[in-house]
């Protein structure tokens, strides 16, 4: 369907249409492709004869025929003779505004990039056109933006016996994009399109104005191909479900068990031993099924993991699967300071990354986050993960939007440059069900260390550590428990003189963040503010933290858009009291408990660990254990030491003990049999249970007048852990009320433990 167009049948008949002949012998009318095209007139054939062109086609808005001589004799060998090689600078073949049909016949499209000012379309680009594809090979092409090998802009299309593979797109449709436009598969003559890489739409993405689509593929990546490798974007960036296929071949056969990568490793090997790894995570990524039921891990061993080494960046993360390194320092994820890392599209859910150094990731175009972009997450979870020495203008390391119940945890943010180092934040979106979520993100035993604005000639970005925003019209819609961290020596700097400016802690609009046992130190703003700051109707609370030595200031308050933020403070060491908090509103709420001190905190200011407590600070055991119903303490402290320590709890990030100065470190105290995690929760809750013996094993939940809600779990079983996720729902199916609910474990009808949760 030619939609976008004004076609030739508006215009009189061409007459006199040529053919000329391309020979790299100098035996016919041309040896270069592109001169050609230029003697060239619409209708004309351009014939090339077998040989490897390095040219950067340009079709310079004729409609013509560009072939081998698999059209003129019907043997398709020539496409793998006849080569357009773009040596990596710009497309294999540019198209735009081509009146009638033009046609790509019978060519090997290879090392093409999408050009500098578009980005788009690695082998082919066509814009405001009609293109015909037959019996080509489209090959080891890149772009940073759209369609790696193929992008149609406002241009329509028919693809007939043409294999698309091994084109790497930075952002969206690997294989093939289409963006306002319609492509017409070749049901006679199909197609094969497998083993493309994008961060959207590993082989197809299509997007705006564009009819559902039916792809006829001889070949495909795997047999059942969902949203991860064919996506079709409702415009809201979420999947439609308007792709429809046939398949003839799989060139993966997809596992629902752990796979293995190793730089030793081959992508040839089945990946189900260590003896048989895989070479790349992406490739690992495009192997593993997503199967909920049975959530699967790539186990990735020591090594660096580079563009160089054959990965493929950003990950394109997929959901109910983990990725897990063999060792923290050791398993490392390098971007080469050219592209970011990761990246999680909506519906990427309940996966985790852990045991990983992320580092040299960076910003571009298409992009502002340095090592991670995770939109629409829920219930994902890094895990002792290092960021370390990633750029992005927007995000130092990343950001992550919309996405309940993310966890991170036991990770260091260090030495990163740009912007705020991390933004956590929920917003609007019609196209979403329902249109507005509200999203609990927890960050516990986390390090923000010496993250800094970016300075370079060209650089953007103030620098910082985190950032929790949501819309104003929507307050109370994020809650982020920042549970046992330290942000230390963080630096941001203004270009504006007497500008508020974010550094290590910023709300803004209408965020909550309950701030517990948690170091602010050292962090330096070279304008107005300080080390946290609230805005407009944002609501911190704060527990159990040290906030001294910050400069200008500990803590401010504004109202840029009339809202009015509210601070709470018990028993926190602030220093020079209240004081150390600056206000620039005039509508504002504090309350500062008089369980809140003013005193040198008395660092250690030695070892690993310089803002661990001497003896005699007096933030020891004056700390609290009152703490909000739906905060969790973690069982150690950032030095693993036991986070509480004889009934009693210090102030800051790190608990004293008789371990200070010493190797000796007692064992951490019994993990819990029963947790529940996000806590408060809206959709859904994780419940965690271990059961120490076998028997009868039951889950159930009271409303807190003590009524069984809900029973969860009722089975025999043996000893070990697990988990359930538990949507808010009684036994006949029906949402309970918000409210407070007591969860209990019972094993042989014996209560093992419980614990109170808030459903939203």
């Known amino acids: 369907m030619k939609?976008?167009?004004?076609?030739?049948?508006?215009?009189?008949?061409?007459?006199?249409?040529?053919?000329?002949?391309?020979?790299?012998?100098?035996?016919?009318?041309?040896?270069?492709?592109?001169?050609?095209?230029?003697?060239?007139?619409?209708?004309d054939t351009v014939?090339?004869?077998?040989?490897?062109?390095?040219?950067?086609?340009?079709?310079?808005?004729?409609?013509?025929c560009l072939a081998s001589l698999a059209m003129t004799t019907g043997n398709i060998t020539y496409a793998n003779q006849t080569i357009i090689d773009a040596n990596y600078e710009g497309g294999c073949i540019k198209i735009m505004h081509a009146l009638d049909t033009t046609e790509v016949n019978g060519l090997t499209l290879i090392h093409g990039i999408g050009s500098s000012s578009t980005y788009n379309g690695g082998a082919i680009y066509a814009y405001e056109s009609y293109i015909k594809i037959k019996n080509c090979i489209v090959?080891?092409?890149?772009?940073?933006?759209?369609?790696?090998?193929?992008?149609?802009?406002?241009?329509?299309?028919f693809i007939s016996n043409t294999i698309v593979k091994n084109n790497h797109s930075h952002w969206r449709g690997g294989g093939i994009n289409l963006l306002h436009g319609e492509l017409i598969f070749d049901s006679i003559m199909p197609s094969s399109i497998f083993l493309n890489y994008a961060a959207m739409g590993t082989d197809f993405y299509k997007l705006g104005d564009c009819p559902?689509?039916?792809?006829?593929?001889?070949?495909?990546?795997?047999?059942?191909?969902?949203?991860?490798?064919?996506?079709?974007?409702?415009?809201?960036?979420?999947?439609a479900d308007d792709i429809t296929y046939n398949i003839n071949n799989p060139a993966i056969q997809q596992v629902s068990q752990d796979i293995y990568v190793s730089n030793d490793g081959d992508n040839s090997n089945s990946g189900l031993s260590e003896d048989e790894a895989l070479q790349t995570i992406s490739y690992a990524l495009l192997k593993m099924a997503s199967d909920s039921i049975s959530p699967d891990t790539i186990h990735v061993a020591k090594g660096l993991y580079s563009q160089?080494?054959?990965?493929?960046?950003?990950?394109?993360?997929?959901?109910y699967t983990s990725i897990v390194g063999q060792d923290r320092d050791s398993t490392i994820l390098n971007g080469g300071n050219v592209i970011y890392i990761l990246h999680g599209n909506p519906k990427t859910v309940n996966y985790s990354v852990k045991n990983l150094s992320i580092e040299y990731g960076s910003g571009n175009f298409i992009n502002s986050k340095g090592a991670f972009k995770l939109l629409y997450n829920n219930n994902g979870r890094f895990e002792d993960i290092i960021f370390r020495n990633n750029i992005g203008s927007g995000n130092a390391a990343g950001a992550i939007y919309n996405s309940n119940g993310f966890l991170i945890k036991n990770s260091y943010f260090k030495n990163n440059m740009g912007g705020p180092v991390l933004r956590i934040g929920t917003s609007f979106n019609e196209d979403y069900d329902p249109p507005f979520q509200a999203d609990t993100v927890q960050l516990i035993n986390c390090s923000f260390q010496e993250n800094t604005a970016d300075t370079t000639l060209n650089g953007e970005g103030v620098g910082g550590g985190l950032v929790v925003y949501t819309y104003l019209d929507y307050t109370d819609s994020l809650t982020c428990n920042l549970i046992n961290s330290e942000f230390i020596e963080n630096i941001t700097t203004s270009n504006t003189p007497n500008q508020l400016t974010i550094n290590a802690l910023a709300q803004m609009w209408g965020s909550n963040v309950y701030l517990i046992n948690s170091t602010f130190t050292h962090n330096a703003v070279n304008s107005l503010g300080g080390a946290v700051g609230i805005n407009d109707n944002s609501?911190?609370?704060?527990?159990?933290?040290?906030?001294?030595?910050?400069?200008?200031?500990?803590?401010?308050?504004?109202?840029?858009?009339?809202?009015t933020p509210s601070l709470t403070v018990y028993n926190s060491n602030v220093e020079t009291g209240q004081l150390g908090i600056k206000v620039y509103t005039s509508n504002y709420n504090i309350f500062y408990d008089t369980s809140n001190i003013n005193a040198d905190p008395l660092w250690a200011n030695t070892g690993y660990y310089p803002y661990m407590l001497s003896y005699g600070s007096p933030c020891i055991n004056t700390g609290t254990l009152d703490l909000p119903e739906h905060i969790e303490l973690p069982e150690t402290d950032l030095a693993d030491n036991p986070r509480v320590y004889d009934g009693q709890i210090d102030m800051g990030a790190y608990e004293y003990g008789p371990w200070v100065g010493v190797d000796y470190r007692p064992p951490a105290p019994p993990k819990p049999q029963l947790s529940a995690s996000p806590n408060p929760f809206y959709h859904e809750t994780r419940i965690r249970y271990q059961s120490k013996e076998?028997?009868?094993?039951?889950?159930?939940?009271?409303?807190?007048?003590?009524n069984k809600a809900a029973t969860l779990m009722d089975i025999t079983g043996q000893p070990g852990r697990g988990e359930i996720i538990?949507?808010?729902?009684?036994?006949?199916?029906r949402l309970l009320p918000a409210g407070v609910y007591v969860l209990e474990l019972l094993v042989n009808d014996e209560s093992k433990g419980s614990v109170k949760v808030l459903k939203k």
């Open 3 to 43: 939609r976008f167009l004004i076609y030739l049948f508006l215009f009189p008949l061409l007459v006199n249409a040529q053919v000329i002949t391309v020979k790299q012998d100098g035996t016919g009318d041309y040896t270069v492709i592109q001169h050609a095209i230029n003697a060239a007139g619409n209708g």
């Open 539 to 563: 609501k911190l609370f704060i527990y159990n933290s040290i906030l001294y030595q910050n400069e200008p200031a500990q803590l401010w308050l504004a109202g840029d858009y009339g809202g």
């Open 308 to 319: 160089t080494t054959g990965e493929k960046f950003p990950l394109n993360l997929k959901a």
């Open 694 to 706: 076998k028997g009868k094993q039951s889950i159930f939940v009271y409303d807190i007048n003590g």
């Open 726 to 733: 538990w949507d808010g729902r009684n036994d006949y199916g």
């Open 212 to 239: 559902p689509i039916h792809l006829y593929l001889d070949t495909a990546t795997v047999a059942s191909p969902d949203h991860y490798y064919l996506y079709s974007d409702s415009g809201g960036g979420f999947p």
């Open 47 to 64: 014939l090339v004869w077998p040989g490897t062109y390095f040219e950067n086609v340009d079709f310079l808005e004729k409609s013509l």
């Open 139 to 157: 090959k080891n092409n890149q772009t940073l933006g759209y369609g790696a090998g193929i992008m149609l802009y406002k241009s329509d299309g």
